[in-house]
Nanobody
Framework: EVVLVESGGGSVQAGGSLTLSCAAS????????LAWFRQRPGKEREGVAG???????TYAESVEGRFTISQDNAKKSLSLQIDSLKPEDTAMYYC??????????????????WGQGTLVTVSS
C-alpha cells in the first residue's frame, strides 16, 4: 500500500518560516499533479500549491510569493517552503497526488492519494 507521509509542521511565530515535506513510502511520484492543500479551522480544504507534470507550478492567490513548492530530483519527496507565516496560515496541511484537474482547479474529485496531514500553528 502506498502511503504519503507529511512532516515538518509545528508552532511558529508570525513572520517565521517552515518547510513541510511529503514522502511516499516505497513509491516514486508518478501522478500528473502533486499538490499541497490545507484545512483551516472551520473552513473547507483548499489547494495552496500545485506542481503539474513536473513543470507547471500554481499557487493560490492567498499564498503567492510566500509559499514555494518543489520536488526532489529522484521524485521521492515533495516540499512546501512557507515564509512570512501569518496567523491565518494556521491549518492542517496535506499533500496529495492526482489527475490534472487537481492542479488546474483544485478539484478534489481528481485526488488519488492523501497524506495524513501535518499541523502548522502560527501565533501573532
Amino acid at each position: 500500500e502506498v502511503v504519503l507521509v507529511e512532516s515538518g509542521g509545528g508552532s511558529v511565530q508570525a513572520g517565521g518560516s517552515l518547510t513541510l515535506s511529503c514522502a511516499a513510502s516505497g513509491y516514486t511520484f508518478k501522478a500528473n499533479c502533486l499538490a499541497w492543500f490545507r484545512q483551516r479551522p472551520g473552513k473547507e480544504r483548499e489547494g495552496v500549491a500545485g506542481l503539474l507534470n513536473d513543470r507547471v507550478i500554481t499557487y493560490a492567490e492567498s499564498v503567492e510569493g510566500r509559499f514555494t513548492i518543489s520536488q526532489d530530483n529522484a521524485k521521492k519527496s515533495l516540499s512546501l517552503q512557507i515564509d512570512s507565516l501569518k496567523p491565518e496560515d494556521t491549518a492542517m496541511y496535506y499533500c496529495a497526488t492526482g489527475g490534472v484537474g487537481l492542479c488546474t482547479n483544485w478539484n478534489l474529485r481528481y485526488v488519488e492519494l492523501w497524506g495524513q496531514g501535518t499541523l502548522v500553528t502560527v501565533s501573532s
